[in-house]
């Protein structure tokens, strides 16, 4: 074993160098002192270790399936709240649902949001790592505003009033790091798959690049050929055939069987697929086909560019979590204070303790799983919905109006279980897919800078790229821009079990990811980053400062495709027949619009209003 990678030595995500824990403790104990305001302990995005949805955030989720609160479990004489509004959800679909909320009926209406998070956004996350008086952030879930759907005039308007404008995404993103130490993207290929661990800088479509690949020759000459001009290898067939051919089998079959490729080659794509993090051996051949990978350019297919997220695209340095601070300066000006856009909120400052002050309309709840949601009542006739939820290790309850389940779709036949048979199934169809975001902070990025490479694609490895933060600049905050800085390393993982079918292949994951601890995450990362990075001069003992782990076990949405699916008329999809209005409670979040994208939540959020609206009888 070498110690210098395989030793343990982070508290909490953070490295601990010289003298073992106790050392540690003081180290931890003094940082917080010196900074008492937004320190770890009231600043969520500066907790490190194992982040994303926490094990403390979904320890409940266990006892709701098993149906422990069947029986709604606080006694009605408990019950003290009552809200207008109370949304289950503090993502980017219950933060949208509270504004769409209050911009048709007022300010004046009580709405409380309830999270199980310590941090509101959902996905939208940030990671701050505080190290030599300097602030570096990391991207911990959804990344930015972009998707091959158009946006309808409910999110465009919402980008709007959160003083968003996406045209300007150019004059934000940095390039001059890649340009200025001529920087590239890499493939690292593993001995595991491959004959041995090496490098390679490049572009695979160039014409060399698979003579550095170390391969077997025969697998060699076949991803030159699938990479360059292919020959028609359904000759014979119409497009329409083809078409429907392509669309019931995988692209490894493709590749495979109808492209001849040798099974060696396959392991070049294992880690890539189509969307929705799919696989080779899940993404439809003609999706892939879509999508232009390789293999495809002899067929003489006229398909459309479904894929096309070119034209609404803008991230910020933490992604998604700044437009999640600008949905909570707008619902709770003296939680994220002063009028925040796009040129000043990376930098704003969030007063966790403002989100849920008594006497105020709009509150966000952090930290307070939902349990049980029950219309009092018949649904036909309920004039309220009672809420139960876990806050402080305590069940709580309270009362709302009106309620939007703007979680996990899957939940809620045990959050509700008085919903149809046929809606329960429905909503239990799809199976969320499982994502890691991991961010590394380094303390020099040297050897990125002598191997030549930003980013790294690793097939086959547990993470299956790595990349430099890329260093935007908006809002007084600035990446990184010299090799001797800190800078943050963005690790992506997708696990899953290849071979099985794809809900299969999440549900496995989430597994993983759920019984996964923070040590074990932390090994791989050392050794995969040594392995790739090492020959530059990486030291994993010497060079990682500190580490996020964002796991999502429940991360994006599902999301139908033409192998995995059966074809079914849009109205008799499994997420319309689930999101159906239940008395007094509607149903949001990405899953109910079957889309994995931040429009998507918006556009459901929107949708599970208006029900409410016409419900009350305001429209
Ligand atoms: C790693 C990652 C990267 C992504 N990147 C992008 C991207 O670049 N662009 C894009 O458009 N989309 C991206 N997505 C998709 C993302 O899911 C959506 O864009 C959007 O953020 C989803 O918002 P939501 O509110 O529907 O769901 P979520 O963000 O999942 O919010 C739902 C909230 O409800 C909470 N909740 C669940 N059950 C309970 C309960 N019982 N009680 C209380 N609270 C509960 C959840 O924990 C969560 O906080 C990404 C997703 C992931 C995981």
Redo the contacts with the bound molecule.
Sequence with gaps: MDRRIDRRDFLNGVAVTVAGVSAALGLAQSAVAQEPVNSAANYPPRRLGLR??FPE??S??DS?RQGKYATFPVADSEIQEEYDLVI?????????AAHFWRNGLGQNQRILI????DD?????KRNEFQHQGRTYIG?????????PFPYSYAAKQLVKELGVDVTRNAEFANRDLEAKYDLRAGTFFDKEHFLEDRLVVGNPRSADFFQKVPLQESARKDLIRIHGKNPDYMAGMTNAEKEAKLAKMSYQDYLLHVAKVSPDAIAFFIGNGGRNNKRVDTTPALEAAEHGLPGFNGLGLTLEEKFNEGSYVF?FPD??ASVARLLVNRLIPAAVPGKQDMNTVVQSTVAYDKLDLPNTNMCIRLS????RVQNEGSPENAKSVKVA?MNGGKLKALRGRNCIL???NA?IPS?LPEIPQHQKEALAYPAK?P???TNVLIRRWTAFQKLGVARVSTPGMYYSSMSLDPGTAMGGYHGVTTPEEPIVVHM?ANPNKPGLPRKDQNRFGAHELLTTKFEDFELTIRRQMSRVLSPGGFDPAEDIVALAV?R?P????YTYDTLADPDMPPEQRPHVIGRQRCGRITI??????AA??????WD??NRAVEELFVLNGLT
């Design positions: 994303g949805s955030s979904v409940e989720f709701i289950v959800g503090g993502g980017m679909s219950g933060l949208a309830l999270d199980n998070h509101f956004g959902g996905h939208a991207v911990g879930g959804t990344l930015g505003i972009a998707t991230h992604g998604n307070s799983p939902v349990v939820y703007a979680c996990y939940l959050l897919v994502l890691i975001y992506v964002n999502w429940y991360g994006y949405a949001a979040n990405s899953d109910a619009g994995a994208f931040t429009n998507q939540a459901e959020a």
